[in-house]
């Protein structure tokens, strides 16, 4: 879905100004409160605002990094419920300029990125294209916006990089990155602290704590291991050295969708027009994790008991390729300021997760197929 062409948007006043008036007044319509996201921490804060009443447009570029057929999907579910999703890159400043030029944005909610920590050193170009070059895009455009929007964007756990120092607080070193996806994230913070300081926007960094849930990433263990568990395909679990497990901070979507809300409804306003700041501007920065790690084995026993298949595992030493040993957040600050409060175990968020998975990937209990 195409919804909004570039051409739609004349930057010379009466051309097309039919079809313009008419998006304005269907945008405006819709939104009497506009995020601009990308669609699953995406699929999921979209919706929740749309549900209290919020207007969403969300743009993503559907790159093929994992099945775009799934992005796609996220995208329908999305416009059944009044959120229009643009395709279009953020490092296409003029597609973005024009957008802001027909909504007022009050807010944005910035989770388009290259994610996932290991595949950087196979293209680490993406990295550049999306976490640097286009949060750089996307700014500009905030910032010459009027009125210019409030900022909340994804950077993440990753950023804590060798720091072992536990549980990870919002204070601790974050010079030390283990992969290029966190030096990018790492560098997205920088970024934007840049354009707070210059032009008084409004920041909120958040880092996200291994997010998973229905709807996720199948590049991530806990989807691509369903997937193997479920095709009789033999599993890869990483251990550290002398065997020691890895352990991640694995947060439930729910839980960051509430993260998110919270960061958008104490944002703050951003200062500057035409360009200037006028006023100093809130800049924060919040960890949105669960504060009990779980090890990647008690991972994969949990899939094991909800899938009711036993898995294949081969157990090797992680390879030097980006990951860390181990997350753990300290929340409390995220708990004072934003009313921040996990709720959902690993048990039970992938107990759901597994309710989805087989549901859209089409398996039925006590069929062939399981
Ligand atoms: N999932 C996690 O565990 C986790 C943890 C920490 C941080 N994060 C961050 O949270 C955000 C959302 O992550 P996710 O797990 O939902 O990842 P995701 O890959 O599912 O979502 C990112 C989306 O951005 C889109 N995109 C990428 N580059 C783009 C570009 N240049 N222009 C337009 N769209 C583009 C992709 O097509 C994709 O749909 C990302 O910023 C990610 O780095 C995620
Ligand atoms: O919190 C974060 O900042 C990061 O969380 C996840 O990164 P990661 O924790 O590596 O998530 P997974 O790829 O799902 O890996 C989880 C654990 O499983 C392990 N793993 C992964 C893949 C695999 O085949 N085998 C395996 O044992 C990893 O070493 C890691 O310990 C996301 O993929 C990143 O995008 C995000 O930025």
């Not at 960061?263 to 669960?290: M, Q, V, W």
Request: glycine letters at 8%.
């Amino acid at each position: 879905m195409r919804v909004l062409e570039d051409d739609m948007f004349p930057s010379t006043p009466g051309k097309l100004p039919v079809l313009r008036r008419h998006l304005v007044q269907v945008l405006r319509r819709l939104l009497g409160r506009a995020a601009l996201g990308a669609p699953d921490p995406r699929v999921r804060c979209s919706l929740a605002l749309r549900k209290r009443g919020d207007g969403v447009v969300g743009i993503d570029n559907f790159n093929s990094y994992y099945d775009p057929s799934l992005k796609k999907a996220r995208r329908s579910l999305l416009a059944s419920h009044g959120v229009f999703v643009i395709e279009g890159d953020i490092n296409d400043g003029r597609l973005l300029a024009k957008l802001f030029d027909v909504v007022p944005f009050t807010h944005v909610l910035h989770l388009a990125a290259q994610a996932g920590v290991r595949y950087a050193m196979e293209n680490p170009a993406s990295y550049v294209h999306s976490n640097i070059a286009g949060l750089v895009t996307l700014l500009e455009a905030c910032k010459d916006a009027d009125p210019q929007p409030a900022i909340v964007w994804a950077s993440s756990s990753s950023v804590y990089g060798l720091n072992d120092k536990v549980p990870f607080t919002e204070s601790d070193r974050t010079d030390q990155p283990a992969s290029l996806y966190a030096a990018t994230k790492k560098a997205g913070e920088e970024i934007t602290h840049t354009y707070n300081h210059i032009y008084g926007l409004s920041i909120t960094g958040l880092r996200f704590f291994t997010v998973y849930g229905p709807w996720g990433r199948p590049d991530m263990a806990y989807f691509s291991f369903t997937r193997n568990i479920l095709q009789g395909k033999p599993i890869t679990v990483y251990s550290g050295k002398n065997r020691v497990d890895l352990a991640r901070d694995f947060t439930y979507i729910d839980d960051i969708v509430k993260g998110c809300l919270g960061s958008l409804d104490t944002a703050g306003k951003s200062t500057g027009t035409g360009g200037k700041k006028r006023g100093p501007a809130p800049y924060r920065i919040f960890n949105l994790g669960n504060t009990s790690p779980v090890t990647v084995p008690n991972l994969v026993s949990i899939l094991e008991k909800h899938l009711r298949v036993k898995a294949k595992k081969n157990v090797v030493e992680m390879p030097g390729n980006g990951d860390v040993p181990f997350t753990h957040a300290n929340i409390s600050l995220a708990r004072q300021q934003l009313g921040y409060k996990p709720t959902t175990n690993l048990d039970v968020g992938l107990k759901k997760f597994v309710k989805w998975y087989l549901s859209y990937y089409g398996y039925t209990r006590g069929s062939k197929n399981l």
